[in-house]
């Protein structure tokens, strides 16, 4: 990452943590681009360089797990549960990561007491899906049904491990996180009957 990529990064910090100490603070309501915008020292303007509202600001997007799972390498004619699996080794691969940077702690405790930014997150995980189910048809390595519940069966996954961890995390319980993703995964594959050995 050059220089100006790491500005920009550190610039889009800044910019998430101080959407999440107003909206803490004051609630989703009562932020604004505004405050926000005089928070980190930046204008407006320099506030949409980064994000196109508030909402994106307080729940980012999941942006470099999306390109990592549309970037994983699959070979033609390898079976629905293979792929499956192998999209959820890219998931594991980026949970316990995302976890450890506090900001995704904050924003899921977030989610979990205020309704609209759940809802904001349930669109933000429909882009994850529509992404990749669409690069799955396009590499011809599932028809449409197939790729899209695939894809949701994915966000599925992730979902559901970061809230039973977050719920876990309030109610003190101090267990590693890679462990909710993996009880989920293992849920997941038990249900569809898709164990380690499954085709």
């Known amino acids: ?62 942006g470099e797990l999306v390109t990592a799972l549309v970037e994983l390498e699959i070979a033609k004619g390898t079976t629905a549960s293979s792929i499956f699996q192998s999209l959820l080794q890219v998931c594991r691969e980026h949970f316990s ?54 894809s949701e069966m994915v966000a599925s996954t992730w979902r559901v491990a970061w809230q039973c961890f977050t719920q876990a995390e309030k109610a003190g319980t101090t267990a590693a996180p890679s462990e909710f993703f993996e009880q989920a995964v293992a849920e997941m594959l038990q249900i569809f009957d898709m164990g380690p050995s499954g085709s």
């Open 1 to 62: 990452m050059g220089i100006r990529d790491q500005r920009k990064a550190e610039t889009s910090r800044k910019i998430q943590a101080a959407a999440l100490d107003i909206v803490e603070e004051l609630g989703l309501e009562a932020t604004t681009v505004s405050r926000i915008a005089q928070q980190v020292g930046i204008s407006d303007r320099t506030f949409f360089r980064y994000f196109d509202s508030k909402e994106s600001a307080i729940v980012p997007g999941q």
């Open 97 to 150: 990561a995302e976890i450890e940077q506090h900001e995704f702690r904050r924003v899921t405790r977030l989610m979990l007491t205020d309704p609209k930014l759940l809802l904001i997150a349930t669109r933000r995980e429909q882009e994850l899906v529509v992404e990749l189910s669409q690069s799955l048809i396009a590499r011809g390595l599932a028809s449409p049904m197939q790729a899209l519940l695939i």
